[in-house]
């Protein structure tokens, strides 16, 4: 399959800090990650291209590492809600805007997705609300409610700190709108205006995006659960890239970036001594927890959880660092946690039976 790779550089440091999931040491590299989204029009997976799948290929340009991990964070958010305090209206769709491409890249992103008309949506998760509501990968968002989406600004004028900024304050808006009721959105489909009512579902409050980087990475930035393409290329199935997913989602939901602030713990290397690295292993902790509990409740195999770090340990963290230094648990740690809450949740399913 022929495939263009544009460029696509997002930079998540400058709107927010990366949260260090990853094993070893922050590089700078990280606060400008560099994209790699790869466009394939051709590409069709899933069914639910809604009346763009019918005939018409090159509708069809759902993006499959995106489709993968949005379908995941869906799943983890709609079936997690007995386990997360901070909900959201969860829609099942994910958006894609002309600020996100490199400049010598947005031509062919007009020429292709109309991005100069508004924003593209570009996954729709099988099941979702989104999904059963009509909308489809391809279709062009242009307000809701009445409330017309954040535009892109002028190429020439964005600079790289506005490559994320449409896109979280749409991702915002559609939330604030769809809050406790449904929502009306005005969308254009090959051209033509349709009006599509979309029904909220509550879940926890968990925004997940694939980041393209080639470093193995994860990170929460207090909103958003980010892992590198680098790192979708580590997981070897789904039940581990949830794994991955629920981490991060979970440091969100514990509102674990916010703490770190509050209680003044630096990135860098001052992050990994003493009382400092103790507070960050203590979120691993929690993180962790909630993670197995998010992944038990949407039904993916927690027995994944430890081959999966003990591989992530082996292949980015082989040596052992003194635990006055660590910021994240030993890999013996953190397989005694995952064993001990896989055992209290299989005897308060037994419980319960
Ligand atoms: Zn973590």
């Not at 590089?27 to 005939?55: F, I, K």
């Not at 489709?67 to 769709?93: E, K, N, Q």
């Not at 508004?118 to 391809?138: K, M, R």
Request: hydrophobic share 40%; proline share 5%; with cysteine.
């Amino acid at each position: 399959m022929k495939t263009n790779v544009f460029i696509r550089p997002l930079h998540f440091g400058v709107h927010s800090r990366e949260f260090g999931c990853n094993l070893k040491p922050m590089s700078a590299s990280l606060l400008t990650l560099t994209m790699l989204a790869m466009l394939a029009p051709q590409e069709s997976v899933g069914q639910n291209h809604g009346a763009r799948s019918q005939g018409t290929p090159e509708g069809s340009y759902l993006r499959a590492a995106d489709f993968r991990v949005a379908t995941i964070v869906h799943r983890l958010a709609t079936r997690g809600t007995a386990f997360c305090d901070a909900t959201h209206p969860v829609t099942g769709f994910l958006l894609h805007h002309l600020d996100e491409y490199a400049h010598a890249d947005r031509a062919e992103a007009v020429r292709r997705f109309g991005l100069d008309k508004g924003a593209g949506v570009l996954a729709v998760v099988a099941g979702s609300a989104a999904a059963q509501a009509g909308l489809a990968a391809g279709d062009l968002l242009l307000s809701i409610n009445g409330v017309q989406l954040p535009r892109s600004g002028e190429p020439s004028k964005s600079s790289a700190r506005d490559h994320r900024k449409v896109a979280e304050e749409a991702d915002a808006l559609i939330e604030q709108q769809m809050r406790g009721r449904s929502a009306t959105l005005e969308v254009s489909r090959m051209g033509e205006p349709i009006s599509i009512v979309l029904k909220p579902v509550i879940g926890c409050a968990a925004r997940g995006r694939l980041a393209r980087s080639s470093q193995a990475n994860a990170f929460a930035d207090g909103r958003y659960a980010i892992m590198t393409t680098k790192m979708l290329e580590f997981v070897q199935n789904d039940d581990e890239l949830a794994v991955v997913m629920a981490h991060e989602i979970a440091h969100n939901l514990l509102a674990h970036p916010a703490r770190l602030e509050a209680q003044k713990v630096p990135h860098g290397i001052l992050r990994g001594i003493g009382k400092n690295a103790s507070r960050v292993r203590s979120t691993e902790e929690e993180a962790d927890r909630l993670a197995l509990k998010l992944l038990w409740s949407a039904g993916y195999d927690l027995g994944a959880a430890i081959p999966f770090w003990r591989r992530l340990y082996t292949r980015y963290d082989p040596i052992p660092v003194p635990k006055l230094f660590r910021t994240h648990p030993s890999l013996s740690a953190r397989e005694r946690l995952i064993r001990d809450t896989i055992g209290q949740l299989s005897r308060s399913e037994a419980g319960t039976r």
